[in-house]
């Protein structure tokens, strides 16, 4: 990873927590009608994003097994996981260019972070 990703990174961990939240919530609220069961999916599901952004690749795999699980016990499944995560990554690209259009070298980290978690998001095949 370049170091332009890894400030772009480093800025999404102090900025991006709310608007993942917001951004899985919403996803999960329009599949869902118990308002309980949305915040606690889309909380579990940030902390995966967390975990993704932190680079920390073992615990985003086991927070992400355990999201599929408690997906797969109200009727939801890896379709909506992806969805919900493209809304997300939409929403940050969105945000990024709004935002940091007037600062080219920022967002161009921002952008290159995104990418990197684009790539770790895609599912890795099976050795």
């Known amino acids: 990873m370049s170091a332009n990703a890894a400030e772009g990174l480093s800025g999404l961990l102090q900025w ?9 919530r919403d996803a999960y609220a329009k599949r869902l009608s118990d308002i309980g069961t ?3 999916l889309a909380r579990l599901h940030a902390r995966v ?19 599929i699980v408690e997906l797969a016990a109200f009727g939801l ?11 997300t990554m939409t929403e940050l690209v969105e945000i990024v260019v709004a935002r940091f259009r007037l ?3 920022q967002s161009q980290d ?3 972070a995104l990418i990197e978690l684009a790539g770790r998001l895609a599912p890795r095949r099976a050795a």
């Open 16 to 24: 991006s927590d709310p608007v993942i939240f917001d951004r899985l």
């Open 38 to 40: 949305v915040w606690r």
């Open 49 to 67: 994003w967390r975990a993704l952004i932190s680079g920390d690749m073992a615990k985003f795999d086991s927070l992400r097994a355990d999201l």
């Open 77 to 87: 499944d890896l379709d909506c996981l992806a969805e919900a995560d493209s809304q």
């Open 103 to 105: 600062s080219p070298r």
């Open 110 to 112: 921002y952008h290159l």
